[in-house]
């Protein structure tokens, strides 16, 4: 049962990446259709990350009151709602509301799951389990880039998006009973009537805020704006710059499955500064004038992500006691999308201004802050070690 569970976990995390690449795939067909700025992005991605604040925050309330099954379950038939919404949009508008039941879908799910496997299964299962986020949000792009292409429609990408989240809503209602089987939800009532009530005070928690701020700020600024840097920038069309952006993704999957197998060999921390170094070689090949080097650099970044985001959920029990975990997975995931809703749309406004061609450059300014935070805490909690 338990293998089945996962199995049921894992494909839950395909339906959250899946929609997360594709506004930065699409976006520049969309601002073409709808004759809107390029900065335009930024608040539908600020808006999506702001409904995943709220409902991460509140995920350990939600979880205690419906369990993580049937939160999941709630939250994927929202985001599911929410991408039908996109694919009969005709106006800007409504794209900025449809993101906010899409945001709010992904928040409270995405930080139950994460709390769910740290707390019951090994560092290789939260590496598989983003793996299985990277094959969505792989998937995004490409189908995104398979209805321009092929239909001249963004709306029909984000059609057939919806109806493969239909069809995941069916599998996660069937599959409620073996939540219950497993016992879901009620060890982690036990711990979360234990946690401390100073879990800001804990020694290394601001380092750890900043860490996830950065990285996924990181992550959705090189997702968002890469198709855009390779069409202005780099003179590539706008349905090859969208399948290379589902290339990325791909990096971060491929680099996640081949982290699962090395876990038991590296310990988070040495696998977090082996992708930051892998994203830092990305990043200095996008300045290169060579479209297949850039593809390259978009590839390395991809790897590089790999393993750093789950290593570093992985690691919350670890850094701060189990007793806290479930509060700080949620604190922790909305810092993780506060850098997500402010940086991307931040840097569509400064690249308005001095330029899209400094991109590469924005990333390693993201890249060199999320290094100098996550080596403060390894040595705080070595000294406590």
Known sequence: MTTLLLIIIYIAFISLGLPDSMLGAAWPTVRADLSLPMAGAGLISMIISGGTIISSILSGKLIQKLGTGKLTLISVF??????????????????????????????AVDAALNNFVALHFSARHMSWLHCFWGFGATAGP????VAISHNGSWQKGYLSVAIIQ???????????????????????????ENQSQYVFQLPGIRSALLGFFCYCALEATTGLWGASYLVQ???????????????????????????GFITAKWSN??????????????????????QYVNLLGLIMIGMGCAPIYPSMLHETPARFGKNNSSKLMGVQMAFA?????????AIGVLSSVVGIQFYPIFIMVLLITMFVSSEKINKIVARRA
């Open 78 to 107: 929202i985001t599911a709602m929410a991408l039908l919404g996109f694919s009969f949009s005709q106006s800007y508008v409504w794209l900025c509301l449809m993101a906010i039941p899409l945001g709010l879908g992904a928040g």
């Open 142 to 145: 490409a189908i995104m880039s």
């Open 166 to 192: 239909t069809f995941l809503v069916i599998i996660l209602l069937v599959s409620l009973p073996l939540w219950r089987l497993f016992g879901e939800g009620r060890e982690e009532s036990i711990i979360e």
């Open 233 to 259: 920038a780099k003179g590539v069309s706008s349905d090859v710059a969208a399948g290379w952006i589902s290339v990325y993704y791909l990096g971060i999957t491929i680099g996640r499955l081949v982290n």
């Open 269 to 290: 921390p040495m696998l977090i500064r082996g992708g930051q170094f892998i994203i830092g070689i990305g990043a200095v090949l996008l300045l290169i004038s060579n």
């Open 337 to 345: 999308y506060i850098g997500t809703m402010l940086v991307p749309p």
